[in-house]
């Protein structure tokens, strides 16, 4: 009686979690296909999921607990306080925690040897985070969110790791050429921009107008155009470091 009784809520929330996971894996084979050179291990990969799952986590809690602290200092619902919470809490707790991942679990690697390796690394632990994120939205809010967030939020997230990526592997590559100084830059960079880019994303997309809604669908498809164009490009111009 109670297997029968709750098959339709296992069923319902079966399918809910399948919506959500589902773009993600699509784009993690599509990326994981434009790699040339070298696949990453299955072990690897899955690694790097798993560890953009833990940065949700992290990134959650440290989000919490400075949006917190911030609603003392700055009065909430103001210009102001959208500012601070999605341009500096948000954006650099979660793009700071994938990157925290990303390099704990392949800087030192021996399969990091190609420069397509760091897209490759950067979108697996992006895409680990927005499928944690995603299931959790959907199991509250329901189908509609996992199709509005299938065209928005989880290609947001590959997005931001693309771009990740491409500067994280330039960092590895200058640490491989005794430069220093360059691989620091690029490692700066790795986390800056995308931090930037997600810290626009959640701000345009909070604005409640009729023309911040086009501002946000103008910004969402130049974000993903071009993300999709140094896909390409990273991958035709893949080569091993040693090169």
Same mark, same amino acid.
């Given at each position: 009686m109670f297997y029968r009784s709750s098959y339709p809520f296992v069923k319902n929330h079966l399918l809910l979690i399948i919506a959500a996971v589902l773009p993600a894996a699509v784009l993690m084979w599509r990326v994981y296909r434009a790699d040339r050179l070298e696949h990453e291990s299955l072990k690897l990969s899955r690694r790097l999921i798993i560890a953009g799952c833990l940065a949700m986590v992290v990134s959650a809690l440290v989000e919490n607990g400075l949006c917190y602290l911030l609603g003392f200092a700055v009065a909430e619902d103001t210009v102001l306080y959208n500012v601070i919470t999605y341009l500096g809490i948000v954006a650099f707790a979660e793009e700071g925690t994938k990157y925290w991942m990303l390099r704990r679990r392949t800087w030192r690697s021996e399969e990091f040897n190609c420069r397509f390796d760091g897209v490759v690394y950067a979108v697996f632990v992006s895409l680990g985070f927005a499928v944690l994120e995603n299931v959790c939205y959907v199991l509250i809010f329901g189908f509609r969110t996992a199709l509005l967030r299938a065209a928005t939020a989880v290609p947001g997230h590959a997005s931001f790791g693309v771009f990740m990526g491409v500067f994280y592997a330039l960092a590895k590559k200058n640490e491989i050429r005794s430069n220093a100084s360059a691989?620091?830059?690029?490692? $700066?960079?790795? $986390?800056?921009?995308?931090? #930037? #880019?997600?810290g626009l994303y959640d701000y345009i997309a909070v604005q409640a107008s009729f023309y911040s809604t086009w501002v946000f669908v103008g910004f969402i498809i130049v974000l993903f155009a071009v993300s999709v164009v140094l896909i390409g490009r990273t991958s035709r111009q893949d080569r091993y470091f040693e090169e």
């Open positions: 691989s620091a830059f690029y490692r $700066v960079l790795a $986390v800056l921009l995308p931090a #930037l #880019l997600h």
